[in-house]
């Protein structure tokens, strides 16, 4: 089993860094392949907590080589101190590949997304500020800077630049700000040089090779399928494709060299920052549920918006991923409810559609129809196999996975590494 995509089938947060921890141990790679430190991966390794942004998941496991893919975007500054932090608690980091042709997140692309955000007013994102959104713009404009630059004194002064002649107009006469000095963006980022260039290798090779050799190589999605840029709640989305399809061309591999796709599937849903949510709850059980599954963001520290389950998104998932499993997290925050309402279908303008409306305005007010499924008081916190589980645990399991159009090959009881129930092997 070389390739296997492990993505978010919602809207982020799903659990991904616990579930790609808990495969770097049989892993020889593991790569970011787009986003940037947007991400907040929570992962917990006995008493230890570590919140990663950047760098792979994988990053934890001593045998596993992280690579950060051409498709991610990197700032430099934040690289640098999770790696230092790391160091500090005796992660060994010295295996870490990035692509040369990963794009920088600049001081510049930050400033524009803050005052854009700013100006957006209500219309807001609610992005996370960290240059994502930006930064993928210049690369597409053509306009963005690449880890290469940083080893190119006179083509990073030249690319800066021909970035801020524009920039600097936006930014001066829209936006009443002062415009950004090029020679002062070149000089921070050559401080970051030295540091970095160790680190750079053609990683699309190398995980070409490792992949004909046999070798497991897992991808690591950042924020989630309902974010994606194409494929997401346009625009409230980030800007990049979290989709499975973004893991061949943020890592440079072919589709035929993929065989699984994992979607990370939350229990329930939570969503942060603006946009549509069709099951979300403004009473006590939305506040229960963010209480009981410590839904605050990793990179933010914002409340998440959190809701039943929707099978509707995650049957969208399977599709636009072409998802060969789930693993289902979080299930023991649903323990205590006598009945749990899951969103099964919509109703739109007084009809019943079980798939994801095509239309942004169709789904903007469509109302989730909600079947309701017996609860369980038991802790299940301690299961290790899937017959441990109350029996309405197991139906939750179930009826879930019947919505949701691929089986659910592993459910997350807690937050550790070993909180997990294994179905069916990843790796085979
Ligand atoms: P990611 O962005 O997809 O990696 O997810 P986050 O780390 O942002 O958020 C998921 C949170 O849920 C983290 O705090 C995890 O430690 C925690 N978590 C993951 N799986 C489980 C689980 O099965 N049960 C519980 N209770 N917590 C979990
Ligand atoms: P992980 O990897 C949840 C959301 C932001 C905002 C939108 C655009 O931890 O699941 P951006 O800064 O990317 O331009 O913001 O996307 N967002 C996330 N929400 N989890 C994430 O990452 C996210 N990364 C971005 O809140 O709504
Ligand atoms: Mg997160």
């Known amino acids: 089993m070389p390739a296997l995509v492990l993505l978010g089938a919602q809207w982020g947060d799903e659990g991904k860094g616990k579930a790609t921890d808990l495969l770097g141990g049989s892993v020889d790679y593991v790569v970011r392949y787009q986003g940037g430190n947007n991400a907040g991966h929570t992962v917990v390794v006995g008493d230890q907590k570590y919140a990663l942004h ?18 991610v975007v990197v700032d430099p500054a934040v690289l640098l101190s999770e790696l230092s932090g ?31 955000e700013r100006f957006l007013g209500k219309r ?8 994502i959104g930006p930064t993928y713009a210049d690369k597409i404009n053509r306009t963005g800077i690449r880890v290469q630059d940083l080893f190119d004194e006179s083509i990073l002064l030249q690319k800066v630049e021909a970035a801020l002649d524009f920039k600097n107009q936006v930014l001066a006469k829209l936006y009443n700000h002062r415009a950004v000095v090029a020679e002062q963006v070149v000089e921070e980022m050559l401080g970051y040089a030295d540091q970095i260039k160790g680190y750079v290798a053609d990683t699309t090779l190398i995980l ?78 939305g506040e229960a549920l963010r209480t009981i599954g410590g839904e605050r963001g990793v990179t933010t520290g914002r409340d998440r918006r959190c809701g039943w389950f929707d099978a509707v998104i995650a049957r969208y998932a399977t599709r636009v991923n072409g998802l060969t499993d789930f693993f289902l997290t979080k299930l023991d925050v649903l323990t205590g409810w006598e009945q749990i309402p899951v969103c099964v279908a919509y109703e739109v303008d007084g009809k019943r559609v079980e798939e994801l409306p095509h239309n942004q305005s169709d789904f903007h007010h469509a109302k989730p129809v909600y079947e309701m499924l017996p609860g369980w008081s038991e802790d299940i916190t301690k299961a290790k196999t899937f017959a441990e589980l109350p029996k309405n645990a197991q139906a939750y399991v179930k009826a879930l996975e019947d919505m949701s159009g691929a089986p659910i090959s592993a459910i997350g009881v807690g937050p550790g590494r070993d909180e997990t129930i294994q179905i069916n092997s990843f790796l085979d």
């Open 54 to 71: 950047l760098l792979p998941s994988g990053i934890l496991s001593p045998g596993c080589t992280p690579v950060i893919g051409n498709g």
């Open 86 to 116: 790391l160091n500090e608690r005796g992660v060994d980091t010295s295996k870490l590949l990035i692509s040369g042709n990963a794009h920088l997140i600049t001081p510049y692309n930050i400033t524009v997304d803050k005052v854009t």
């Open 124 to 131: 807001k994102i609610g992005t996370t500020g960290r240059g």
């Open 208 to 285: 070409n090779d490792a992949i004909d050799e046999g070798k497991v190589v897992l991808f690591e999605g950042g924020q989630g399928t309902l974010l994606d840029v194409d494929h997401g709640t346009y625009p409230f989305v980030t800007s990049s494709n979290p989709t499975a399809g973004g893991a061949c061309t943020g890592a440079g591999v072919g589709p035929t060299k993929i065989n699984r796709v994992i979607g990370i599937l939350k229990a329930y849903t939570t969503r942060v920052g603006a946009g549509p949510f069709p099951t979300e709850l403004f009473d006590e059980d």
